[in-house]
């Protein structure tokens, strides 16, 4: 059964107090999320009722930024609570108005446990598929009730690419279509393939760990029954999935000290290995680490161990500091193969990252006396994959890359690169700003050329003598003789730091 903003506001119980979008309250919510980020767009699919504190607020330009970002995830609309400052301010209503997202005042006496827990039991599923969570079924289960119900078959398919369950085999090229589909925005969507992307109910998370249900059909020829079915199994997925991270959880909890203390040099690889035991993990097979970061521990968490999972790997997730860890512990052929499996994966997970960016570090493999290494290892593969990463990009960086000048300058820090990058290039960046030259250009390619005179003069079309009467000026401007191999190595590393400078 599908709940309107209209249904909520017309509980007594809640008290609900609309202060814009009275037209508008024939919404449907598909979910209800709780943030106080200023900025939580990434954590949305679309649909949900947004409930905050307003902590973020401290004057108009805040609520200007937090409505447009409600607006572009397209939520359904927003409940505003009313205890640290006593109403929704004027300028946030202002903002929801210009915006056109709906917004509530929550009484102080109403929870907004209490407006979530309402929400899901209006919007309870069918019988039949709650029962059949309820008694332990899995996925594979409760798809089988919904696809005799909607006479079609039914997958659940992570942004990762995975297919998590399905009552049949979901062709490479439905899978495709459907990944597309999903970059293009939240669903419900149609894929060309003869599918409908429906939405799992949710109270958020990062994009590339959620999970959607995909039902073959046709999306502008479902009736009322057919859609009911699939936002009912959207939520009987949601449930599942609740279980599922609630077992991750717990299993990470049982390495997630040990990890801490084994990077303090406080513990042992004895009690990680224990650890690992207590997750259900073979203690007697080879280790790797990854180390993830997907923007803060939750975020990087979550889509760490959707990415485990879809390896088929045995593993355990935690989030480490601002990151996440995982331990895959499997047989050295499995272990070979990781790499490779997790760049198809991340290549998948790239389109629904928007402006996000995914930062990979994986350690070789090893025995579990060595994790202390193994751990420091993948930490500086990932230092080296952040320094390559971008917005929308995803980028995963081996053990075996680790024997490179990039790892030295991944390790620098941030103020140090730019201190030098500006001493030793800021010259010659300033004189082509001024003159509208290109002697950064020149420099660059001439050291691609490793110094040859004729290749760098033929790539550039110029003369040799104009291309000598360049990098004599270049050297003025920056008081160094390129001729030394001291001098071209300090220039070097300073174009490589200009090459990930931000723009």
Same mark, same amino acid.
């Given at each position: 059964?599908?709940?309107?903003?209209?249904?909520?506001?017309?509980?007594?119980?809640?008290?609900?107090?609309?202060?814009?979008?009275?037209?508008?309250?024939?919404?449907?919510?598909?979910?209800?999320?709780?943030?106080?980020?200023?900025?939580?767009?990434?954590?949305?699919?679309?649909?949900?009722?947004?409930?905050?504190?307003?902590?973020?607020? &401290?004057?108009?330009?805040?609520?200007?930024?937090?409505?447009?970002?409600?607006?572009?995830?397209?939520?359904?609309?927003?409940?505003?609570?009313?205890?640290?400052?006593?109403?929704?301010?004027?300028?946030?209503?202002?903002?929801?108005?210009?915006?056109?997202?709906?917004?509530?005042?929550?009484?102080?006496?109403?929870?907004?446990? &209490?407006?979530?827990?309402?929400?899901?039991?209006?919007?309870?599923?069918?019988?039949?598929?709650?029962?059949?969570?309820?008694?332990?079924?899995?996925?594979?289960?409760?798809?089988?009730?919904?696809?005799?119900?909607?006479?079609?078959?039914?997958?659940?398919?992570?942004?990762?690419?995975?297919?998590?369950?399905?009552?049949?085999?979901?062709?490479?090229?439905?899978?495709?279509?459907?990944?597309?589909?999903?970059?293009?925005?939240?669903?419900?969507?149609?894929?060309?393939?003869?599918?409908?992307?429906?939405?799992?109910?949710?109270?958020?998370?990062?994009?590339?760990?959620?999970?959607?249900?995909?039902?073959?059909?046709?999306?502008?020829?479902?009736?009322?029954?057919?859609?009911?079915?699939?936002?009912?199994?959207?939520?009987?997925?949601?449930?599942?999935?609740?279980?599922?991270?609630?077992?991750?959880?717990?299993?990470?909890?049982?390495?997630?000290?040990?990890?801490?203390?084994?990077?303090?040099?406080?513990?042992?690889?004895?009690?990680?290995?224990?650890?690992?035991?207590?997750?259900?993990?073979?203690?007697?097979?080879?280790?790797?680490?990854?180390?993830?970061?997907?923007?803060?521990?939750?975020?990087?968490?979550?889509?760490?161990?959707?990415?485990?999972?879809?390896?088929?790997?045995?593993?355990?997730?935690?989030?480490?500091?601002? &990151?996440?860890?995982?331990?895959?512990?499997?047989?050295?052929?499995?272990?070979?193969?990781?790499?490779?499996?997790?760049?198809?994966?991340?290549?998948?997970?790239?389109?629904?990252?928007?402006?996000?960016?995914?930062?990979?570090?994986?350690?070789?493999?090893?025995?579990?006396?060595?994790?202390?290494?193994?751990?420091?290892?993948?930490?500086?593969?990932?230092?080296?994959?952040?320094?390559?990463?971008?917005?929308?990009?995803?980028?995963?960086?081996?053990?075996?890359?680790?024997?490179?000048?990039?790892?030295?300058?991944?390790?620098?820090?941030?103020?140090?690169?730019?201190?030098?990058?500006?001493?030793?290039?800021?010259?010659?960046?300033?004189?082509?700003?001024?003159?509208?030259?290109?002697?950064?250009? &020149?420099?660059?390619?001439?050291?691609?050329?490793?110094?040859?005179?004729?290749?760098?003069?033929?790539?550039?079309?110029?003369?040799?003598?104009?291309?000598?009467?360049?990098?004599?000026?270049?050297?003025?401007?920056?008081?160094?003789?390129?001729?030394?191999?001291?001098?071209?190595?300090?220039?070097?590393?300073?174009?490589?730091?200009?090459?990930?400078?931000?723009?």
């Amino acid at each position: 059964m599908r709940v309107l903003l209209s249904d909520l506001l017309s509980d007594q119980e809640l008290g609900l107090v609309p202060l814009t979008g009275a037209d508008r309250m024939d919404r449907p919510v598909r979910g209800v999320y709780i943030t106080d980020l200023l900025d939580p767009r990434r954590y949305l699919a679309g649909g949900e009722l947004v409930l905050s504190g307003l902590v973020w607020h &401290t004057g108009p330009a805040d609520s200007e930024a937090f409505v447009a970002a409600l607006a572009d995830a397209r939520v359904a609309g927003l409940a505003a609570g009313t205890a640290r400052l006593g109403r929704a301010p004027d300028d946030l209503v202002a903002a929801c108005r210009r915006y056109d997202v709906p917004v509530f005042e929550v009484p102080l006496a109403v929870s907004f446990n &209490t407006l979530a827990e309402r929400v899901q039991r209006r919007a309870a599923p069918r019988r039949e598929l709650v029962s059949a969570v309820a008694s332990g079924a899995d996925l594979d289960g409760v798809l089988r009730l919904a696809a005799a119900e909607c006479s079609a078959d039914c997958w659940v398919l992570s942004s990762v690419g995975r297919v998590v369950a399905g009552t049949a085999e979901l062709p490479a090229e439905a899978r495709a279509a459907a990944l597309r589909a999903l970059a293009a925005g939240p669903p419900p969507a149609a894929v060309p393939t003869g599918h409908v992307l429906w939405p799992v109910a949710s109270v958020g998370g990062p994009p590339a760990a959620r999970w959607s249900v995909l039902v073959r059909g046709d999306l502008d020829r479902w009736d009322a029954e057919q859609e009911a079915v699939a936002t009912d199994l959207g939520t009987a997925v949601a449930l599942v999935r609740g279980r599922v991270d609630e077992a991750r959880r717990i299993a990470g909890r049982s390495v997630e000290a040990a990890l801490r203390r084994l990077r303090e040099g406080t513990s042992t690889p004895a009690e990680v290995a224990a650890g690992l035991e207590t997750a259900g993990l073979p203690v007697d097979e080879p280790v790797r680490a990854a180390v993830l970061d997907a923007g803060d521990a939750a975020a990087s968490t979550a889509v760490l161990r959707e990415l485990a999972a879809a390896t088929g790997l045995a593993s355990v997730c935690a989030a480490t500091g601002g &990151t996440a860890t995982a331990l895959f512990v499997d047989d050295a052929a499995h272990l070979d193969g990781l790499a490779d499996r997790l760049r198809r994966l991340l290549a998948d997970a790239e389109p629904a990252l928007g402006a996000d960016a995914l930062a990979v570090g994986l350690s070789d493999a090893g025995p579990a006396s060595g994790l202390r290494g193994a751990l420091e290892e993948a930490g500086h593969a990932h230092r080296l994959a952040a320094a390559r990463t971008g917005p929308g990009r995803a980028v995963l960086v081996g053990a075996g890359e680790l024997a490179s000048h990039e790892v030295l300058l991944a390790t620098v820090p941030d103020e140090l690169r730019g201190s030098y990058r500006q001493r030793v290039l800021g010259p010659l960046v300033d004189y082509d700003r001024a003159h509208h030259t290109e002697l950064v250009r &020149t420099l660059r390619v001439f050291l691609d050329c490793s110094g040859s005179w004729s290749r760098c003069a033929q790539r550039l079309h110029l003369h040799v003598n104009t291309l000598r009467y360049r990098i004599r000026r270049i050297e003025e401007i920056c008081g160094r003789d390129l001729t030394g191999f001291a001098a071209r190595v300090d220039v070097y590393l300073a174009l490589r730091l200009d090459d990930h400078a931000p723009r």
